[in-house]
């Protein structure tokens, strides 16, 4: 997508389609006066006759306005006068806004200066604009012979301040929030572990990344028990893969590491039948790593980061691991595997122990669709989030409240740890039927030594709907790429 500034009149923009505002009053933007005075009060005489209310993201659309430029022109409802919307509202308008520009091929002019504030200035409602764009104009289509992609907007000419920095970077996030919801929707019968590996590869060729990708057996040898316990009992080999990105010479990196489990029945403590479909999505962790690192690629900043995808399938087949069984990590930990769905930790642990010893990286966020407990307890709105390093708590939670990608933090006290108390191993790798998400979060701590260290539990918000609305969410893309962004700062 291509992006332009314009300072001038509103009504002269050429453009396809042009975007201005109004507020509940019936107040226009100073935008909305332009155009309604090049085209003899059109946008007020649909204020007069009640057509165009204001009410927050509302809208209407007026055609081949004399003395106007653009060929149609959207009036998108800004809500209460003066108001400094907060996350939700503000979406709002942003989604109207991309819903009334998307599916046309062509190009847009946006206003929204009358809807800045000190806490909303015009580079924030940029950003979230042209994420909005890329979410109304995904499609999934891979699997759906005969469809096509909708046509895409071919660029957007800002109308205010000079924020090409801001359009740019959203574009890139919006670019891979989108690949991350490809690789979350495609089915599991071709989203395997050896499919993201093919998908990593490619994109570490294309971008110029180094990419090593160590197959089950591999781990085996190498000791990662915890990981093969899971990956040994699909026909489908699991695998490893790291990627690393260098845009700042010899520094220490910052480590990602995603969750890839491409399917889980929940191994021999199975799970119910009733959506399990949706398992396929237990990958999503993965996808977000792979998401981000796209956007790396695309803006190519000055910051070093390392990224482990984990990946396996969790099936109950006659070589799976069996609740009682033992195993030994990577780090010469002992697990109980008290239940065999408790599986995304167990891949996860010895992707940590391999990437800390390995990279010695500045900080380690590990990002999964872990437990059902966190779902409960955050529903689809928040991810969680663990650790006891206030300072990379406080990193990623305003990345998240900037992207309206949030988090939430929960507790992960040396209390609970207890609970993973076994008689049989160093550790269980669950702790009972409470405290369900910090249990697994205090699991993963185990493993991260004295590295900076935060767990992101993404079981809520990772996908949603049903029917033709189900479909992968992309996130945390967002956050991620912009906390790692605010690093360099």
């Not at 096509?148 to 660029?155: C, M, Q, R, V, W």
């Amino acid at each position: 997508m291509e992006f332009q500034i314009y300072t001038g009149n509103a009504a002269a923009v050429t453009t396809d389609t042009l975007v201005v505002t109004i507020d509940a009053d019936g107040a226009l933007s100073e935008a909305a006066k332009a155009v309604d005075a090049a085209s003899g009060g059109a946008i007020q005489a649909r204020v007069d006759a009640k057509d165009a209310s204001g009410a927050l993201g509302s809208s209407i659309t007026l055609y081949g306005l004399s003395g106007v430029s653009a060929d149609r022109v959207v009036v998108i409802g800004a809500g209460e006068a003066n108001a400094t919307l907060n996350a939700v509202e503000a979406n709002k308008v942003v989604t109207a806004t991309a819903k009334a520009i998307s599916g046309k091929a062509g190009t847009a002019a946006i206003d929204l200066t009358a809807l800045t504030s000190a806490n909303r200035p015009q580079a924030w409602w940029a950003e979230q604009l042209v994420l909005a764009v890329h979410s109304a104009e995904y499609k999934f289509i891979a699997t759906l012979p005969g469809k096509e992609a909708g046509p895409k907007l071919e660029s957007i000419t800002w109308i205010g301040d000079d924020v090409t920095s801001a359009l740019v970077v959203a574009d890139a996030k919006g670019l891979g929030t989108s690949y991350a919801k490809e690789l979350g929707n495609m089915p599991p019968n071709i989203c395997t572990p050896a499919y993201l590996a093919e998908q990593a590869e490619q994109l570490s060729a294309a971008a110029g990344f180094t990419c090593k990708v160590y197959d089950e057996k591999e781990m085996e040898e190498m000791g990662a028990g915890a990981f093969y316990s899971v990956s040994k009992g699909s026909s489908e080999p699991g695998k490893v893969i790291i990627m690393e990105y260098k845009g700042a010479g010899d520094e220490a990196p910052h480590m990602l590491v995603g969750k890839g489990i491409t399917f889980d029945t929940g191994g021999i403590s199975l799970k119910p039948g009733a959506k399990m479909d949706e398992m396929k999505y237990d990958m999503c962790g993965a996808a977000s790593v792979l998401g981000t690192m796209k956007t790396l690629a695309e803006l190519k900043p000055a910051i070093n980061v390392v990224a482990i995808i984990t990946c396996a399938e969790n099936m109950p087949a006659g070589d799976a691991s069996k609740p009682g069984d033992v195993v030994t990590t990577l780090s010469g930990q002992t697990v109980e595997i008290l239940n065999t769905d408790a599986e995304g930790r167990l891949v996860l642990c010895d992707a940590l122990t391999l990437g800390i010893r390995d990279y010695k990286p500045q900080t380690c966020v590990d990002i999964a669709t872990l437990t059902g407990a966190c779902m409960a307890a955050l529903g689809k709105v928040n991810s969680g989030l663990f650790t006891n390093d206030e300072d990379l708590a406080e990193e990623l939670t305003t990345a998240g409240l900037y992207t309206n990608d949030r988090v939430w933090r929960l507790p992960l006290e040396d209390d609970y740890q207890s609970l993973l108390d076994s008689n049989f191993a160093d550790i269980a790798n669950i702790g009972g039927p409470l405290a369900g998400a910090t249990t697994a979060a205090c699991f993963l701590s185990r493993f991260t030594q004295d590295t900076r260290w935060a767990h992101v539990d993404i079981a809520g918000p990772a996908w949603g709907g049903d029917g033709t609305s189900k479909g992968a969410s992309g996130r945390p893309v967002p956050l991620l790429t912009t906390y790692l962004l605010n690093k360099i700062a």
